[in-house]
């Protein structure tokens, strides 16, 4: 069983900054990517930004430039540097590990950016 626990959420205002980490724990050998999703109410879960264990990383369009995911994999922990907060970020955001071939979720942490 793997467990993920994100921490770092919280209210903001526009144009200021949050730290989201996500540490997890349980059976673990090797995550194979690490990343975060987010859903807002009334739309889709989306990707933010996911980063593999070589350092690989992906970014949503709309948060390029703004956000940066990292990992620590002796810890087994990825972060999600979010700058220059807009009102559209806010959402709840999901941490997301793939392990082999089965995926695992946090529980979510809210976000919430104020104009």
């Known amino acids: 069983q793997v467990h993920l626990v994100e921490s770092g959420g919280g209210l903001v205002q526009s144009g200021g900054s949050l730290r989201l980490s996500c540490a997890a724990s349980g059976s673990i050998f090797n995550i194979n990517v690490m990343g975060w999703y987010r859903q807002a109410p009334g739309k889709e879960r989306e990707l933010v930004a996911r980063i593999t264990s070589g350092g690989i990383t992906n970014y949503a369009d709309s948060v390029k430039g703004r956000f940066t995911i990292s990992r620590d994999n002796a810890k087994n922990t990825v972060y999600l540097q979010m700058n220059t907060l807009k009102p559209e970020d806010t959402a709840v955001y999901y941490c997301?590990?793939?392990?082999?071939?089965?995926?695992?979720w946090g529980q979510g942490t809210q976000v919430t950016v104020s104009s």
């Open positions: 997301h590990a793939l392990i082999v071939l089965n995926t695992y």
